[in-house]
């Protein structure tokens, strides 16, 4: 079983629509959680981080930690063309420090004007 | 721009050839970490190095290796190229090894073995 698993899409919405993206991962460990964001034929930025359980806001962007269910997920408000991108959840590998990321294969996504 | 500089952007070479990919952290970062992206199996680590020592390893062939420098740059040495090495290669740094310290991820540079 892959450490994060992430649904690769492409997932197509209308500009305007909530996105919900969507991880799951195996070990219960894990601590830190990221969400990146990549443009085509750029490298990933981050976009959101959260440590444990529950939600973190940043504008249009939500990130939420399910622990018990080992889910994390983003979403996205009032979407925009310019969001259209790969999304990548990420934890960080848990183990002293080692602090490498862990990635899902990424989610891509096209918001239609 | 995340300040991390990966030179060169692209890089065509041949199979069985030897290359050099840099990488300079952002200013106070002391942690690089190198990572490889294809398009099957997505964006793997390969090493993290920090204040010029080796700290992991992870998906890194025996073909591969990489060091960090005095002035904290590092390069990744990719030696005996196959086409399976065609990939988007990414640097990252951070400010020191700690797990909750964030990543700042290089434009990459694009491999392509011939």
């Known amino acids: 079983q892959k450490e994060v698993e992430q649904d690769p899409g492409p997932l197509s919405v209308p500009e305007g629509a909530i996105v919900s993206l969507n991880c799951t991962y195996s070990n219960s460990a894990f601590q830190y959680f990221m969400w990146y964001r990549q443009y085509s034929r750029k490298g990933p930025e981050l976009l959101m981080y959260t440590y444990s359980s529950g939600n973190k806001e940043d504008g249009r962007f939500t990130a939420q930690v399910d622990k018990s269910s080992k889910y994390i997920s983003l979403f996205i408000r009032d979407s925009q063309p310019s969001d259209s991108a790969t999304y990548l959840c990420a934890r960080v590998r848990y183990g002293g420090s080692q602090g490498n990321l862990i990635f899902g294969k990424g989610t891509k996504l096209s918001v239609k004007p | 721009d995340s300040g991390v500089t990966q030179t060169p952007k692209h890089l065509i070479t041949a199979t069985g050839q030897r290359v050099t990919l840099r990488c300079s952290p952002r200013s106070g970062d002391l942690s690089v970490y190198w990572y490889q992206q294809s398009l099957d199996q997505g964006l793997q680590f390969l090493i993290h190095y920090y204040n010029g020592e080796e700290r992991a390893k992870g998906n890194i062939l025996e073909r591969f290796s990489a060091q960090q420098f005095p002035d904290l740059h590092s390069e990744l040495n990719l030696s005996s190229l196959e086409l399976g090495d065609s990939a988007l290669y990414f640097c990252?740094?951070?400010?020191?090894?700690?797990?909750?310290?964030?990543?700042?991820f290089g434009a990459g540079t694009r491999l392509s073995v011939l």
């Open positions: 990252a740094s951070s400010q020191n090894q700690e797990a909750k310290n964030i990543q700042y």
